[in-house]
């Protein structure tokens, strides 16, 4: 049974900084690229970042350039979401997925985690 499992802190200050971990079992996590998406009250869904499966490559929304890092240990079979200069437009569920592709469409993405709140406030 594929589990895509997301941990982090629920509530932080703006212009503070946080990272999210998501951890895959029943996968052979080294063959998928992962990602990170994100959901907002009232917004569809939206792309925030990718990486390959080697992490050789990464992705970013023009929204979160800059201020977000992506990056995977594929020892531990663990995502990482590294955020700072957070601001009250980035709180949303985010979520984890798993993909034979690193893209930014959600469509691509196999498998997914069940979501976690974030919430940044001003």
């Known amino acids: 049974q594929v589990q895509l499992v997301e941990v982090g802190v629920v509530l932080v200050q703006a212009v503070g900084s946080l990272r999210l971990s998501c951890a895959a079992s029943?996968?052979?996590?080294?063959?998928?690229?992962m990602c990170w998406f994100r959901q907002a009250p009232g917004k569809e869904r939206e792309f925030v970042a990718a990486i390959t499966w080697s992490g050789a490559s990464t992705y970013y929304a023009e929204s979160v350039k800059g201020r977000f890092t992506i990056s995977r240990d594929n020892v531990k079979n663990t995502v990482y979401l590294q955020m700072s200069s957070l601001k009250p437009d980035d709180t949303a569920v985010y979520y984890c997925?798993?993909?034979?592709?690193?893209?930014?469409?959600?469509?691509?993405?196999?498998?997914w985690g069940q979501g976690t709140q974030v919430t940044v406030s001003s």
């Open positions: 997925a798993a993909g034979p592709r690193s893209t930014d469409f959600s469509g691509e993405y196999t498998y």
């Open positions: 029943g996968v052979t996590f080294i063959a998928y690229g």
